[in-house]
């Protein structure tokens, strides 16, 4: 029978550990060195809280003191680390969340509205001066006289026809189109956001002349040419406000001046690369009866084509 070291004590606070060896009988082979091994981890279980670490690395060979001292640099390894990361959150947290003095300039900025694009705001002002150059500019000679009809080029054919085109599919199928065009003026471009990003081509021409259409820019069967002068005594005689007050009803008034309008188109400008085209029309019926608007043309391959823009439009 042999012998082997019990090792108890009692667990405290501090450095007030209390250990005790006794000898004890053991059966067994005493000097096998691998039985006592295999009971180090019982004789572990035991032993204090404190001389747990201090037995299990002398069974793995390894000296408490190395055991200390990888535990210690990680300790503080780990406290840098932690510092580290607190001081770059409390700076980036101060620059953001702290309160900022604003001068008065700064203030000022940021309350102002937005400006708008710059490239409409240019756009607008070169708009005005080019209508008010050719507002006051006298065209040569046969200003204010109507062009002879073979002046109307393919392109303006096709934008006069595509106007009469729209109009057929709102309803206005009938329409007595005046066969002297009139200029455009600075009231068809009084919405310069429309014609944003349109580089327009010399405006003298369609503010101080007219010309003559031809029945090939006709949508329809009920559509006629007429002479403007002609055609504007009917409407003076069809205007509801006269006939309604003659006894007719306003059905049949209203009805009667419609048949008896006058639709006139304008004269076309056109953007200097030939894709847009600008013109504006009108149909009277009466002193308190009528409509009209400025539309913006674009041409898709080889068609015109009325673009969303919105120009203005009146309605009487």
Request: overall charge neutral; charged content about 20%; hydrophobic content about 40%.
């Amino acid at each position: 029978m042999g012998i082997y070291l019990a090792v108890t004590g009692t667990a405290t606070r501090g450095t007030n550990a209390r250990t005790t060896v006794e000898e004890r009988p053991f059966k067994g082979r005493v000097n096998d060195p691998h039985g006592m091994r295999a009971l180090a981890p019982v004789v572990a279980i035991f032993a204090p809280a404190q001389d747990a670490p201090a037995m299990a690395c002398r069974e793995l060979s390894i000296p408490v003191a190395s055991l200390h001292s990888i535990v210690k640099r990680t300790a503080i390894f780990a406290v840098c680390v932690l510092t580290a990361l607190t001081i770059v959150f409390g700076s980036w947290a101060w620059h953001r969340l702290s309160p900022t003095t604003l001068s008065t300039a700064q203030l000022q900025m940021k309350l102002r509205p937005p400006a708008g694009p710059r490239r409409l705001r240019e756009g607008c002002a070169e708009l005005k001066d080019a209508v008010a150059l050719a507002s006051i500019q006298t065209f040569p000679n046969n200003a204010g006289q109507s062009r002879p009809s073979a002046s109307l080029s393919p392109d303006e054919v096709a934008v006069y026809r595509t106007v009469l085109q729209q109009q057929a599919h709102r309803g206005w199928s009938h329409l007595n189109i005046s066969i002297r065009t009139m200029p455009l003026s600075s009231h068809d471009f009084e919405s310069c956001e429309c014609f944003d990003g349109l580089e327009l081509d010399d405006l003298s021409a369609a503010f101080h002349s007219v010309h003559l259409l031809t029945a090939d820019i006709l949508a329809g069967k009920q559509m006629h040419l007429v002479d403007p002068e002609r055609q504007s005594s009917v409407v003076r005689e069809n205007d509801p406000s006269n006939t309604i007050r003659a006894g007719t009803s306003i059905k049949d008034a209203v009805k009667s001046a419609f048949a008896g309008g006058l639709f006139t188109m304008s004269e076309i400008a056109f953007d200097k690369d030939g894709r847009y085209a600008i013109v504006s029309y009108g149909f009277r019926c009466g002193m308190l009866c009528g409509h009209g608007a400025t539309l913006v043309l674009e041409k898709i391959g080889n068609e015109w084509k009325v673009s969303s823009r919105d120009c203005g439009s009146w309605i009487s």
